[in-house]
């Protein structure tokens, strides 16, 4: 044959040996839509969310295979950077905590977490409140401005209750700073029958649901800017929460899902 052909066999043998083999020519391929994957859900998803991601997208493969094809693309996972914390010194009254770290819900607005942080930008500090649903994990009301004060939580809350009008019961549960415990947030509270519940003093894990968005925030997304100025933090913020974590992101607890597309599985299930 190499006569008919016109080739040496050395240089026959030489061109199969080069020749990729099936296998080798679907990994390749793989890896192109792992990349775009990757980048898709912003280098934040692990083998196995990502796995789930292709499989939506018609791109059946297995773990194993995967996960060897991430590390020959050698794509990781954003690090988690860490995040100081205060504790406030105040003379208001504080209450009960009713949770004790049992953040156990059955259904949506059974349970919202809140809390505040800040973010630095050339232009001076931007202040974030926010309310998390703790059985959806949905970010249901958010506020920012250039202080932190009892009207950037409550313009948190008043957006919490206009979206999802909870029935008298829910327990929001916050730490002990002066803007949770201030009488005119309190006030809004009771307006609306909220059962409140705050942390034990100095006890991060007593929030635990909200603290842990912050560092999935400040991971995802925030660590990698460096803001001119607050309007520019306040766009990259709002795109998040509303576009990529709000309704694309998907949540192991969730079963692999976005917190939106739980609730509305829930609502479905329950009709």
């Not at 977490?113 to 949905?138: N, R």
């Not at 916050?174 to 059962?195: P, T």
């Amino acid at each position: 044959m190499c006569q008919v052909f016109g080739v040496s066999r050395s240089g026959y043998y030489n061109w199969v040996q080069h020749e990729p083999s099936d296998r080798k020519q679907s990994d390749e391929r793989l890896k192109l839509e792992i990349k775009v994957a990757h980048i898709r859900t912003r280098e934040t998803y692990g083998t196995r969310r990502l796995q789930t991601e292709l499989a939506e997208n018609g791109i059946i493969v297995g773990r194993d295979r995967l996960a060897r094809l991430r590390k020959e693309l050698r794509l990781r996972c954003k690090p988690k950077p860490n995040r100081p914390t205060t504790n406030p010194i105040h003379n208001l009254p504080v209450a009960p905590n009713l949770l004790n770290q049992t953040f156990a819900p059955t259904a949506p607005n059974q349970v919202w977490v809140a809390d505040l942080t800040y973010v630095a930008t050339q232009e001076g500090w931007l202040y974030l409140a926010g309310i998390k649903d703790v059985y959806t994990c949905e970010i249901v009301g958010y506020a920012m401005g250039e202080r932190m004060t009892k009207e950037l939580t409550g313009k948190a809350l008043f957006m919490a209750l206009r979206s999802q009008r909870p029935p008298a019961g829910l327990i929001h549960h916050s730490d002990r700073g002066s803007q949770y415990c201030a009488y005119d947030y309190r006030v809004i509270q009771e307006q609306f029958g909220l059962k409140t519940s705050m942390s034990r003093k100095g006890n991060c894990y007593d929030n635990a649901p909200m603290e842990s968005f912050w560092g999935t925030l400040k991971n995802e997304s925030l660590s990698h800017y460096r803001f001119n100025n607050r309007d520019e933090a306040i766009s990259v913020i709002r795109e998040y929460i509303e576009i990529f974590y709000n309704r694309q992101r998907r949540h192991s607890r969730l079963g692999n899902i976005s917190p939106a597309a739980f609730r509305e599985k829930y609502h479905q299930m329950a009709a």
